[in-house]
């Protein structure tokens, strides 16, 4: 007898099957079976609904049914899972034998740089088809109730911090790629053969390793949602989606940062009058150890003068009186890394100065440090540096836009030397941001807070 503690699933059978000993139950195309066990060797054990027969029967030879409206969206995912990662797979194989490997054997690329726009393409690849393959020997014998993927994700997980040292070098290869096309004649040469069937471009196809982490997680959060609780895949898919999950925080964060390095690195060039380095670690503030401003981490003619700072107590956003969490950071210092924020072009409403009056200022804000400067040239983007001001002394009103919650239709940046004010142009695609004002409001309350906290 089948056993009763199982409930009986129905099956359809895909193709005729001719039992060749007394325990194997004949099956008809067609036909509907009932079965509650399936075996480790891809054998199932059922009734036949014709006949009530009960016999022996291979598993590849039926399909599960479901009842009207039933979606088995389980099996849809799973099914999805291998599809897209069989396109991804395709992808990386077409980037290498049509550009990595045409690129290195023509000698069109110097091998520093074939290195830096290729990387590690072949692990990803190999790392690819390994995991292709895995998902297909799963969804090919896939069953709704029994199959796993997680463990598949689990084991996949660690090998995905290939894709982060992919995507830290993405954007180096962005700004090789660039300057390839201005100075490398049979480079751009060999692109535009390509262009007719590669439509999207070499970047483009680059791309799809760190698109790839982030459908990852959208698929496994699907899968997830549609695993019963009581499925032996449930606990293990919740594992892998928090490995998967780091891996994709780890890939944001990375290329954030090379990113903000890059846009430090272009702000100090576009100085061309100055000695500007904005990568420089050296922070406004010491550790809270510190007991004086004398410790701040300063050049002399840039320290805080406190009675200016005094002078824009009433401007600056209200003193802080509250825990860490007030201000939306941790219990750590702040960060040894310079973040850039916002660039915006302004004039002179009030000043020390009167000389200044009316001049155009363009400003450069960081997370620690506005720079004011003297637009030299805007075609070429060069500028002359007038003043640095630690963020702390910045104030910033910003003018609602009528009827819009999120845009600004001007607004003021104060400090202890000038008045400085931005006003959205017709010309302008679209007004402030009001969100990019809050983010510099924000950084002025965290670097505020921590100013107290070093000298109190």
């Known amino acids: 007898m089948l056993s009763s503690f199982r409930p009986l699933k129905q099956y359809v059978v895909l193709h005729d099957f001719v039992g060749q000993r007394p325990d194997e139950v004949h099956l008809d195309k067609g036909d509907i079976v009932l079965s509650a066990e399936k075996f480790a060797d891809g054998w199932m ?13 291979p598993a590849k030879a039926v399909r599960r049914l479901f009842p009207k ?13 291998l599809s897209s990662e069989e396109t991804y797979c395709d992808s990386l194989i077409e980037i290498n034998e049509e550009f990595a490997l045409p690129l290195k054997e023509q ?6 740089e074939h290195n830096q726009l290729f990387g590690s393409l072949s692990s990803l690849i190999a790392l690819s088809e390994d995991f292709r393959r895995r998902l297909r020997e799963r969804v090919n014998f896939w069953d709704e109730d029994e199959t796993k993927i997680g463990d598949i994700f689990l084991n996949l997980a660690p090998l995905l911090k290939l894709i982060i040292s992919f995507a830290v070098g993405h954007t180096n290869a962005n700004q090789l790629f660039t300057k390839l096309r201005l100075t490398n004649e049979k480079f751009v040469s060999f692109l535009s053969s390509k262009e007719e069937k590669h439509s999207v471009g070499l970047m483009g196809l680059l791309i799809c390793p760190i698109q790839r982490v982030p459908r990852y997680v959208l698929l496994l959060k699907e899968c997830i949602k549609h ?5 032996q895949d449930f606990a293990v898919l919740n594992l892998a989606l928090a490995e998967v999950q780091k891996i994709a925080t780890d890939i944001n964060e990375n290329i954030r940062r090379v990113e903000n390095e890059l846009q430090l690195i272009s702000i100090g060039k576009s100085f061309t009058q100055d000695d500007v380095n904005l990568l420089n670690s050296n922070r406004q503030f010491a550790s809270r150890k510190a007991k004086s401003s004398s410790r701040l981490f300063l050049k002399e003619r840039d320290k805080i003068d406190s009675k200016k700072l005094k002078k824009t107590a009433s401007f600056c956003v209200p003193e802080f009186c509250g825990t860490n969490e007030d201000v939306g950071i941790g219990s750590e210092n702040l960060s040894d890394t310079r973040k850039y924020i916002w660039e915006v072009a302004t004039s002179v409403v009030e000043a020390d100065d009167a000389k200044e009056l009316g001049d155009s200022r363009h400003l450069f804000i960081f997370n620690d440090l506005v720079l004011v400067a003297q637009t030299l040239s805007n075609t070429k983007k060069q500028y002359k540096l007038r003043r640095k001001i630690p963020l702390c002394q910045v104030w910033i009103e910003e003018k609602r836009l009528d009827g819009a919650d999120t845009l600004c239709s001007g607004l003021s940046v104060g400090s202890p030397f000038a008045m400085y004010k931005a006003v959205a142009s017709d010309s302008e695609s679209e007004p402030i941001k009001l969100r990019t004002v809050e983010n510099v409001q924000k950084a ?13």
């Open 107 to 112: 000698s069109i690329l110097l091998p520093e």
């Open 69 to 81: 409206g039933h979606d088995c969206k389980r099996t849809l995912i799973a099914k999805e899972l």
């Open 227 to 231: 695993t019963d609780e009581n499925h």
């Open 444 to 456: 002025i309350r965290k670097q505020k807070y921590f100013l107290e906290k070093t000298v109190s």
């Open 45 to 57: 054990r059922g009734i036949r609904a014709k006949n009530q027969r009960v016999g022996f029967f």
